[in-house]
C-alpha cells in the first residue's frame, strides 16, 4: 500500500463577522470589547475601522481558545476557498480513489515573522488503521503548513490528499493529529471510510 499526500492547499481568508453587540457583563473580553468598539465605529459611518476592529477582537478571541479542528470532512474536489466545498456523499470510495479531506484549524498561535508580517505554522501527523484498530501506516508530518500574513488570520483552512493505491477493499479509520507548532499542543480527529472494488 503506498501512502502519497499530494497538493494541499495553503490558503486562508481573512475573517468575516458581522456587527455583535451583547449587553456588557461584569467582565469582559477581547471579542466583547471589539464588538463595542465596532458599533461605535459603525455609527460614525467608519466601515472599514468596525470591520477592522471585529477581525481582530475575533483573532485575539480565537487564540484564546483550545486548539480545535471545527470541520473535517471528505470532498470530492480540492476546495477552492474557506468553506467553499462539495462534501461526499458518503464516505466510500473505490480503489484508487484518492481521499480529499477539507480541515479547519481554530485556536493557532500567531508570532511576529518580520516585516511587520505575522505567522502560524501547524503539522499534520497520519495514523491509518482497519476496522478492528489495527495500526496499518504512520506517518509524522504528512502536512507541513506555514501561513505568514500581515495580520492574524481566523478562518484558517486546508486540504489533504490521501493516496491508499493497493489497500484492499474493506472498513478503516484515518486519523490526523493537528500539531501547533508555535503553541505546542495538538488535537486529533478521525474518519471512518471504506473501500470498494471498482467492479
Known amino acids: 500500500m503506498t501512502l502519497k499526500h499530494t497538493g494541499p492547499s495553503r490558503h486562508f481568508a481573512a475573517a468575516l463577522l458581522g456587527s455583535l453587540l451583547i449587553a456588557a457583563p461584569a467582565m ?12 461605535k465605529l459603525a455609527a460614525q459611518n467608519d466601515a472599514r475601522g468596525a470591520f477592522e476592529a471585529i477581525r481582530s477582537g475575533l483573532a485575539a478571541f480565537s487564540q484564546s481558545l483550545p486548539l480545535t479542528v471545527p470541520r473535517a470532512i471528505f470532498v470530492t474536489e480540492v476546495p477552492k476557498a474557506y468553506r467553499a466545498y462539495t462534501p461526499k456523499a458518503e464516505p466510500v470510495f473505490l480503489s484508487g480513489e484518492k481521499l480529499i479531506t477539507y480541515v479547519e484549524v481554530t485556536g493557532l ?14 503539522t499534520v501527523d497520519l495514523e491509518l488503521t482497519d476496522d478492528e484498530g489495527k495500526t496499518l501506516a504512520l506517518q509524522k508530518e504528512f502536512g507541513n503548513f506555514t ?11 486546508t486540504h489533504l490528499t490521501l493516496d491508499v493505491a493497493g489497500a484492499k477493499p474493506g472498513g478503516y479509520v484515518l486519523r490526523y493529529t493537528v500539531n501547533d507548532v508555535i503553541a505546542e499542543r495538538s488535537t486529533p480527529f478521525e474518519l471512518p471510510f471504506t473501500l470498494k472494488d471498482k467492479s
Open 28 to 39: 469582559s473580553g477581547p471579542l466583547l470589547d471589539a464588538a463595542i468598539e465596532a458599533e
Open 109 to 122: 498561535k500567531w508570532q511576529p515573522a518580520g516585516g511587520s508580517q505575522r505567522q502560524s505554522h501547524f
Open 147 to 157: 501561513f505568514t500574513a500581515h495580520s492574524d488570520a481566523v478562518e484558517v483552512y
